[in-house]
């Protein structure tokens, strides 16, 4: 007995050292980061096991929250994920798992969660639980057929004995063993005075198994003319059945988070002072470190490549299928995968500075939240176990004085058929898999409640500039003087142009490619344009003297009309030859992406600061019919209110500084890659890679998940309307019961699980 002691002391003793190393800030900040807008705060992520039920989550809310220095904690059911807000000052994460272990729970790091040994040892234990189940069920109903098709008489006392006894041993290793889980969740809920949604369970399965055992060993007792020995174990088999499956379903939809979150390399190739390459952990890496990349490899970090080419997959980040071509001078960025041949990548950004850790703090704060609908489901959980227990008592108690036995069948099928399960995953299940399913199109959910707000959404409303157009402008010779070709004439407007960095004459060389002419003696005026000597084969040998830029600057003559955009013109000694109209480049994706959410019976507007004639020409050029131009970020704010006073249900589309706060008013609101970090902040959706195509695609998602989520409350609130009448009234056997309440659970899980493939590309 002493020596068992030790044991079980040096254990602990281990367990409780393993924790305070988590203590050491160097390990903490391994799974936690500053949490933005408090200073003096971090939200760290738990990997939390034992949950099986809504209870659960409020159970690990309340433990943690009691402990000092934890500001806030919220737990996602479904993701099986804490966020805990906490003062390093005041708490310490060995505390955490302390107090989670006293519970009856388990913890890890989250960032330890995919590869951890007790997360796949209890895998394994659970796929162990569910197979013994199995075996012993196919006996048990084996001994237990003869029952249900002899006539009176046909079995003898003493044969029907031995078929009991038979199936008793045959139980006991289900009910000691395989219903273990329910047992030690239903004891833990008990401990802490909470009623969750395994105590139904587990009370079910020993009331069934004690009243077998009772006719067994006695069947002269009141109890003695049926045995429930099939329906204990179908019910167990059933029921891990659900939760095995419920387990892989979550590790392909909430799990693909996971595996994104976690998609880095664990080491590195960086070159020492000395210029040999040594392999190093990734978080040792630091701005201006050279590294080398070989095929396969996936970027560490946000750099510039310094030497070599190759095709690099950024699917992950972006959602862009194709892969892009890098060579030296292209910008890489860290999760992206490296496909073809060796670069050399020149860190300028590592850990929690990169694109990827932003997103990855996005995609954590988003795995932890619950939807409105979740969170009623959860409240409901708790009450509405009770009424199970009550109504189970009641029928008991009614039954009891015709026919104990029936009276304890009653009781059983209640207990069984009423847990709350799928009610509780009818929501969380849908969401993660919806975001799961947009994460890796690149379209990152940064609240998981927007994607019920998406499906009301009747309007959408753009920003014009780096929303619907791109970071540079197109070029189109609108007129020249009689005899010069337009080409000729854009060829000498760039030989100019390449000696200025504004962005109209970065525009024009562009245009121009690698067919400008020379130019000599080039000198810009502020705000005017340039000037210089051009030389070109279809002026002549000797080099001219031209002007680019405004009509004053060029002397434009008045035959020559404006645009109503802004206009380059190019001019010699003997007067005007040519103006250039300039335009801002609409992405190719815009008119397409706006047929698309007009098609879905969405209306769709511009809104932007810029002159109202480009933003009607715009506008006209993506099939836009509404468009508003001159629009201050107050003006905007307002715009987007009055549609909402009218009762138009809004989603605002932008990247701007300006766009911030009309973002935070919108209904819902999608980011754009490029938007700065206030914008990002702000909306409730990301799309990575920037494509105006995912816009449609996210509200045709979202109506997809919010079809299904629909679907599964349904189902779990006829399901529940159907099935507890007719057990309360005795027609539903214990089996019966068990079938269905797995069922009902696998199929919300089953449900959900189609939202995890989108069915389009973009």
């Not at 995609?363 to 409901?380: G, H, T």
């Not at 409303?461 to 791109?470: A, Y």
Request: charged share 15%; glycine share 8%.
């Amino acid at each position: 007995m002493q020596t068992a002691t030790l044991l079980v002391d040096s254990g602990a003793a281990r367990q409780a050292s393993r924790w305070s190393a988590l203590d050491d800030r160097a390990e903490w900040e391994g799974f936690s980061r500053p949490l933005p807008g408090r200073p003096g705060l971090w939200e760290s992520y738990l990997a939390i096991e034992g949950m099986h039920c809504a209870a659960c989550s409020l159970t690990v809310e309340e433990v943690l929250q009691k402990l000092p220095g934890v500001e806030s904690v919220q737990v996602n059911g479904a993701s099986a994920v804490a966020r805990v807000a906490w003062a390093p000052g005041q708490g310490r994460p060995s505390a955490w798992l302390a107090a989670l272990q006293r519970a009856g729970y388990g913890a890890l790091p989250a960032g330890d969660m995919l590869t951890a040994a007790p997360r796949i040892q209890a895998q394994r234990m659970m796929l162990w639980r569910w197979l013994v189940a199995g075996f012993c069920m196919m006996q048990v109903m084996m001994y237990a057929f003869p029952a249900y098709i002899a006539e009176p008489g046909d079995i003898s006392a003493e044969a029907q004995g031995l078929l009991r006894w038979a199936s008793w041993v045959l139980t006991l290793p289900v009910v000691l063993f395989s219903c273990w889980p329910f047992f030690s969740a239903a004891m833990r809920d008990l401990r802490n005075r909470r009623i969750g949604m395994d105590v139904p369970v587990a009370l079910g399965i020993l009331i069934a198994f004690g009243a077998s055992s009772a006719a067994t060993f006695d069947p002269a007792s009141p109890w003695g003319g049926e045995v429930w020995y099939d329906s204990v174990t179908m019910f167990v088999f059933f029921l891990l059945s659900g939760r095995l499956l419920e387990q892989r379903l979550r590790d392909r939809t909430a799990g693909a988070l996971e595996a994104l979150m976690r998609n880095l390399p664990d080491s590195v190739e960086r070159q020492g002072a000395d210029g040999v390459f040594e392999r190093v952990p990734v978080r040792r890496l630091a701005s201006g470190d050279l590294i080398r990349l070989l095929p396969g490899d996936v970027v560490p970090a946000d750099g510039t490549v310094t030497a070599g080419e190759s095709q690099v997959d950024e699917a992950l980040l972006t959602g862009e299928s194709t892969p892009l071509q890098r060579r030296t001078g292209s910008a890489v960025i860290a999760g992206s995968h490296n496909l073809s041949g060796m670069l050399m990548v020149r860190v300028e950004r590592a850990g929690g500075d990169t694109r990827y850790a932003a997103m990855v703090a996005l995609m954590e704060q988003a795995s932890v939240q619950k939807p409105r609908l979740a969170r009623i489901a959860d409240r409901m959980a708790g009450p509405f176990v009770l009424l199970v227990l009550l109504a189970s008592a009641a029928a008991a108690f009614w039954w009891w004085p015709s026919d104990p036995a029936h009276a304890i069948s009653v009781a059983v099928a209640v207990l069984i058929v009423t847990c709350p399960c799928a009610l509780s995953l009818a929501t969380p299940a849908a969401t993660l898999a919806a975001a799961g399913a947009l994460a890796r199109r690149g379209v990152l959910v940064r609240r998981l409640e927007a994607l019920d707000s998406c499906a009301a959404v009747d309007t959408v409303v753009f920003d014009k500039t780096g929303t619907l157009t791109e970071d540079r402008m197109t070029v189109r010779v609108g007129r020249t003087r009689e005899g010069l070709d337009p080409a000729q004439a854009l060829r000498m407007a760039a030989a100019l142009a390449q000696h200025s960095l504004h962005p109209l004459s970065r525009a024009i060389v562009q245009a121009a490619g690698a067919a400008s002419g020379t130019a000599t003696e080039v000198t810009e005026v502020p705000g005017q344009g340039l000037q210089g000597r051009v030389s070109s084969s279809g002026v002549g040998a000797q080099p001219r003297a031209m002007r680019l830029g405004s009509a004053v600057f060029c002397d434009i003559p008045p035959f020559v009309q404006a645009a109503n955009g802004p206009q380059v013109h190019l001019s010699d000694e003997a007067g005007w030859l040519a103006s250039f109209d300039m335009d801002e480049a609409l992405r190719p994706e815009a008119k397409t992406s706006v047929d698309a959410l007009r098609a879905l019976g969405l209306q769709v507007q511009l809104l932007s600061g810029d002159l109202i004639a480009a933003v009607a020409r715009l506008a006209s050029r993506a099939g836009i019919d509404e468009a508003h131009g001159q629009h201050t970020p107050e003006a905007k704010l307002a715009h987007v209110r009055g549609l909402q006073q009218r009762g138009r249900r809004v989603a605002m589309v932008g990247d701007g500084m300006n766009d911030g706060p009309v973002l935070a008013c919108a209904d819902v609101s999608v980011a754009m890659g490029q938007a700065v970090p206030l914008a990002q902040a702000r909306s409730d959706f990301i799309v990575v890679g920037g494509q105006l195509a995912a816009v449609p695609a996210l509200l045709r998602h979202a109506h997809r998940t919010h079809a299904i989520v629909r679907q599964n409350l349904w189902w779990a609130a006829l399901y529940n309307a159907v099935c507890v009448p007719l057990a309360i009234l005795g027609f539903m056997p214990p089996w019966l019961a068990g079938l269905g309440m797995a069922a009902s659970s696998l199929l919300v899980v089953l449900n959900s699980a189609r939202l995890a493939r989108m069915q389009e590309a973009f």
